[in-house]
Every structure is written in C-alpha cells, then in structure tokens.
C-alpha cells in the first residue's frame, strides 16, 4: 500500500525512517533537480540534497497543511540551496558573456538525447550569481524586486543579471544545436 | 530550433524542459543520509519552539501584573494609614480643647480660692479648694478615655497627652484624700513657686498639676508666672504634621546624591510589533501575520538637572512574523522630561533620534530568507514612561513608546513600531 502525504508527514514527525525513507523517494526527483540547477555539479547537488532533507526533517512540524506539502518541500529546498550558496560568501561579478559560451563544450548528440540533461549542464556553466537570478526568476518566478531583498542585490543587477545569463544561455544553446536561436 | 527564440520563448523553453528533468541521486545516498538525519526532537525541542515566546510573554505579563499589584496594594495601605492619622490628629485636637476648657474651670475656682483665703476664712478656703479638686478630678476623669492611637509617632504625641492626663488625676486624687493645712499650704506654695520660677527661667515643660497648686496658694494666675503650656506644646507639634502617612520609598529619601549632571545606568526589556511587510512589496509572501516581537537593551541617563535628562545607548531588536524574524541594532540618542506626579510617582517623557541597521536574518524553513539586507535607517522614538522608586538607588520604569523610520528602505517604504518597554535603572 502506497501512503499518503498525510501519512508520510505523521511519521516523519514521530521520527519514522520508514516514513522518512517514503518521503525521499517520493520527491527525490523534484528535490534534486533543485539542487542541481543551482549548484554547480553532481558532487555539490547531492551535498545539497542531504543538507536539504535534515532541513525538512527537522522542521517538517511547522509545515501547516494550507497548501500542497510538494510545494512546500520546494520552497524548503530552494532556501537550503540559497543558504548554501550564502556561505560561500562569493560575491556577484560581472563576467563576460563571450568567455563563458565559448568554454562551453557543446555536445550536438547529448543535447538531442537528454536535452533535460545538456540543458542542466548550461545552466551550471553559467557564473553563480546569473545561474540564482535565472533560477528564481525563470524557474521559481520571483520578481526583481524580490530577488533583490532575498539576494542583497539591486533590483536594476538582478534585471541586468537575468539578461546576461540569457545571453550566456542562447549562446551555448546555439552552439549545440549548431544553428542561431 | 527553427525560430528564433525571443526572451520569453528562452525562459519557457528552459522552464518547461527542466521541470521534466527527473533525476536521482546515486544508489547508495540514502545510506548515506541515513546517518545524517538528527535523532527525533524531544518533546521539550517541539515544546519549545513552539510555545516558548507565549510562555515569555506571558511571564512578562505577570511580573507586570504583579508589580502592579504590589504598588497598588502599598497605595491603599498608605490611603489607609493617612485616614487614621487624619482622625487620630482630630481626636487630639478635641482632646486639647477639652484640656483647655478644664484650664479654664480651674483658674475659676482658684480665684474663688485665693479670694476667700486673703479673706482669712480658711475653712470656706478649703472647702472651696476641696469642691475644685472633685471638680477637677471629675472633669479628668471625663477626659482621660482610652485612645486608639497606634501609628508612630501620633501615637506617641496621644500616649504624652494621657500621660499627662493620668498625672493630672493622681494629683487631683491625692489633694482630694489629703487637704493640707493653711500652714501646710502656705509652705507649700513658697516650694511651687520657685518651681514655678525654675520652669519658667529654664522653659522646660513641667506637669501642670504643679503649676495649678503654686497658682492656687499664691493668688497668681498661670499666665501671670509665664508657665510653660503643655498643650500649645503638644498642639503645635501635632498640627505641624502632614496628614499623610510617611512613605517606605520616595524620590527624597536620599539627599546626599551626586550633584548633577550626574549618571544613571538602566537595563530593560521591550515587547513590540513592527508590521514587517512594510519591508518588502509583496507583504504576505514574506512576512505573514505579526507576532510579538521583543528587544532587550542598556542605556546610560545623564541627568542635567531633576526635570532634564540625556539618554543614549543601544538596543537589540528581533522583529517576528509567521514566517520570519529580522534582526536590528538600534541606537537611540534621546531628550528626557521628568515629570512629578506624587512622592512614589514620576512620569518620564522621551523623544529623539535613533539609528537602526539590520544585521542578520532568521527564516523558518518554509519562509524567505532576506540575509543581505543591509538597511541602515534613520527614525525617530518616544516614550512615556511612569518611575516608581524600588530602593534607594533603584528606580522601575514601565510604560508605552513607539516610533517610525524617518528614512526609507531600499524599497522605498518606511516602517513603523510600537510597544511596551520596563526597564530597571541604577542611580550613581
């Protein structure tokens, strides 16, 4: 018998490794997927995951079940990555936008197979800074202004980071699919 | 790929695509994982997350609460004893008129005395002398009741009246038993009369029975040998007391202090709310519903004068809402009014300038985190605070303040709070 969300968040919160266990396969594939977007390899990702799920565990009793439990677990998630990327204390630097392309090593085969894959790759050759402002602006779909409270940035570097990632990204799209995009 | 992919095709495309990215961590991660999970939160972890602050303040409330108590209990208590004084100093002062009016009765019948012993009818002169006494001796009887008096020193002033009462009556007693002879009483009143002169040279109060037998044989009134009265004596002091009970601690009570300026030090404790969404724009994703927000901090008082003060020092405030809590120094540089209100209560009046700057940053795990603020505002506070004295050096102040940015933040609001502050403050 497959449990149920209610289920699985009853157990953890007494503790349960079978319940915690039930969790992690349940939502490891949208889990990591955030780690690996915003980290910087496969390594650091699931460094990230592990310190992601302590999280989640030990703060799952103040989850209130106002809203779906996956969306909350993102949220978790994506604060854990965020906080990760806090301690390394790297600033954010203006990096031009032709180096990064052209390091690039596009794979013409790897992005027809498993485009989710070679996109993943992209996305964790761009500097660190435009890879979070693409991150929660695209994908988590935050605005500037947020972006730049959560980040300590200006809204006006956030727009501008955004945009340069962009630019990174079409570029190293463009090398991969051979044609201009 | 054909067409060309503008920004937004860019974004959906990326968003679509890696929101179907699946993939999973290596097979043995959860082994791994396994030991990093912390053990189960004790009951006393949950306990504490969750009910702590609720606890705290609920502990504030009833120091509060029972300070509160206390100071009101102390003031009825004072109500109280002001009333006993207050009727107390009434019975002496009835008792006094009543004295007075036995003077007077007295003079009366020595002057009846006196006439008929310069008559030469000294049998008519004892009778008479034997009818004042039982007259007296009835009149003190009348008087001398039993008093109430209980409280410190009109108690004291009471018992000194009876006192004098008493010796009266056993006086009045002992000339009724024993009437002396018109040679006894001649002798007599050369012996009362220098007692007389000595009291009236030295002025030292003497038991007026003395002064009435000196009066009484020799035919001078007492006004005449300038005695010294008793009454006025006591009458005076009594009067001269304020109908209030003294206070176990007051603002006078200790006059050798440090001439101003002069320093005081103060440590205390705030709970207040801050509307935290006026941080950020979009309020509700951040913030959530205010909580109880607290802050702890010391001060130095420099006194300039009993009424002028300046204040400054630093506070430590952490701003919490549903979803998050902030962090903030604040210092504040202050003008102090001191109002009197009575003897145990004073009202302080604060107002100036603070400097505020957040500093860190705490999100519960499904909140936002906002590390990297790094506001520094300007804002203005004040306060009303009343001052009960605790000791003779410690002073409680507890009363409401608030305030607002004057600066804005980065996103262009400004915020604002208010609360209710108790600080304890030691006077060098």
Same mark, same amino acid.
């Given at each position: ?181 | ?109 020595? &002057? ?8 030469? +009818? $000294?049998?008519?002169? #004892? @009778? *008479?002398?034997? =009818?004042? %006494? ?18 410190? &020193? ?8 009876? +006192? $004098?009462?008493?010796? #009266? @009556? *056993?006086?009045? =007693?002992? %000339? ?38 000196? =009066? ?213």
């Amino acid at each position: 018998m497959i449990p149920s969300d209610d289920d699985i968040i009853r157990g953890c919160r007494k503790g349960d490794r079978k319940a915690q266990q039930a969790l992690y396969e349940r939502y490891k594939p949208m889990l990591f997927s955030i780690c690996l977007r915003y980290a910087g390899g496969w390594h650091e990702a699931e460094d990230w995951l592990q310190d992601g799920l302590v999280r989640i565990f030990t703060n799952l009793y103040q989850y209130q079940p106002t809203g779906p439990f996956g969306a909350w677990l993102r949220r978790v998630m994506v604060n854990s990555a965020l906080e990760q990327l806090r301690k390394r204390k790297r600033s954010f630097q203006t990096v031009e936008i032709g180096e990064v392309a052209d390091e690039f090593e596009a794979d013409e085969q790897l992005f027809t197979k498993y485009r989710e894959e070679a996109l993943v790759r992209m996305l964790q050759h761009l500097p660190e800074g435009y890879r979070t402002v693409f991150n929660l602006y695209v994908m988590e779909e935050y605005s500037h202004q947020e972006i730049g409270n959560l980040l300590g940035i200006a809204e006006s570097a956030s727009r501008s980071q955004l945009s340069r990632a962009k630019s990174m990204l079409r570029k190293m799209l463009e090398k991969s699919v051979g044609v201009e995009v | 790929m054909e067409e060309k992919l503008h920004n937004d095709n860019l974004e959906r495309f990326f968003k679509e695509n890696l929101e179907r990215h699946s993939p999973s961590p290596s097979g043995d991660f959860w082994a791994r994982m396994e030991m990093a999970i912390p053990p189960k939160p004790t009951a006393w972890q949950v306990f504490s997350e969750k009910y702590l602050k609720w606890v705290g303040l609920g502990l504030l409330l009833l120091t509060l609460a029972t300070l509160f108590m206390f100071w009101r209990k102390d003031r009825l208590r004072i109500e109280q004893l002001s009333k006993q004084i207050a009727i107390a100093q009434q019975q002496v002062k009835d008792l006094a008129e009543r004295q007075a009016s036995v003077f007077e009765t007295n003079r009366e019948s020595q &002057n009846v005395a006196t006439n008929k012993l310069s008559q030469g +009818n $000294t049998t008519e002169a #004892l @009778t *008479a002398a034997k =009818a004042k %006494n039982e007259k007296l001796l009835s009149k003190v009887h009348k008087h001398n009741q039993p008093t109430s008096a209980t409280q410190g &020193n009109e108690g004291i002033r009471r018992s000194k009246v009876n +006192n $004098t009462v008493a010796n #009266l @009556t *056993a006086k009045a =007693a002992t %000339n009724a038993e024993v009437i002396p002879s018109s040679t006894q009483l001649i002798e007599k009143s050369k012996e009362a009369e220098q007692v007389v002169v000595r009291t009236a040279a030295t002025q030292v109060e003497m038991p007026k029975i003395q002064s009435l037998e000196g =009066a009484q044989i020799t035919g001078q009134s007492i006004e005449e040998r300038k005695l010294p009265m008793l009454l006025p004596t006591a009458y005076a002091l009594v009067s001269s007391m304020k109908n209030q009970a003294p206070a176990v601690k007051h603002f006078g009570h200790r006059p050798n202090r440090k001439p101003y300026p002069r320093i005081s030090v103060e440590v205390g404790s705030a709970a207040f709310a801050m509307p935290l969404a006026r941080l950020f724009n979009r309020d509700t994703n951040y913030a959530g519903a205010i909580k109880p927000s607290w802050g702890a901090n010391f001060a130095l008082h420099y006194e300039l004068s009993p009424s002028l003060a300046l204040h400054g020092g630093y506070e430590f405030k952490n701003i919490r809402t549903s979803k998050m809590a902030l962090r903030y120094h604040s210092m504040p540089m202050l003008v102090s009014k001191n109002l009197r209100l009575g003897h145990r209560l004073n009202l302080e009046a604060k107002a100036g300038l603070t400097v505020n700057k957040f500093f860190n940053h705490r999100t519960y795990s499904d909140g936002i985190s906002v590390r990297g603020r790094k506001d520094l505002w300007l804002g203005w506070q004040a306060s009303a605070q009343f001052v009960f004295p605790m000791s003779k050096d410690v002073l409680l102040l507890i009363g409401p303040y608030g305030g607002s940015s004057i600066t804005t933040f980065a996103n262009s609001k400004r915020t604002w709070e208010t609360g209710l502050a108790t600080n304890i403050r030691y006077q060098f």
